[in-house]
Nanobody, 112 residues
Framework: QVQLVESGGDLVQPGGSLRLSCAVSGFAISSDGMSWYRQAPGKERELVAVINTFGHSTYYADSVKGRFTISRDNAKNTMYLQMNSLKPEDTAVYYC?????WGQGTQVTVSS
């Protein structure tokens, strides 16, 4: 059974940091590119970041470039999203995706 489990979401003040994790079970991720998406209330789901198989190539949405870092540990079958300098507009449910699978999401709220 394939499962993607996100964790690390929380309430944080503007300027703060969070590290999201996406733990995958059911298959090895070593041959797959992986992505983080987010969906804010009333908005469509948007692509945040992408990482290729070995982590040598990454893509970031303009809105998070320079503040977020995507990474992966294939040995742990886990992907990460380090989020720094968080802004209120980063508030959303964050989802990880690999192949056709999605996690359940983790809530990130940036508010003072």
């Amino acid at each position: 059974q394939v499962q993607l489990v996100e964790s690390g979401g929380d309430l944080v003040q503007p300027g703060g940091s969070l590290r999201l994790s996406c733990a995958v079970s059911g298959f090895a991720i070593s041959s797959d590119g992986m992505s983080w998406y987010r969906q804010a209330p009333g908005k469509e789901r948007e692509l945040v970041a992408v990482i290729n198989t070995f982590g040598h190539s990454t893509y970031y949405a303009d809105s998070v470039k320079g503040r977020f870092t995507i990474s992966r540990d294939n040995a742990k079958n886990t992907m990460y999203l380090q989020m720094n300098s968080l802004k209120p507009e980063d508030t959303a449910v964050y989802y990880c995706s690999v192949r056709m699978y999605w996690g359940q999401g983790t809530q990130v709220t940036v508010s003072s």
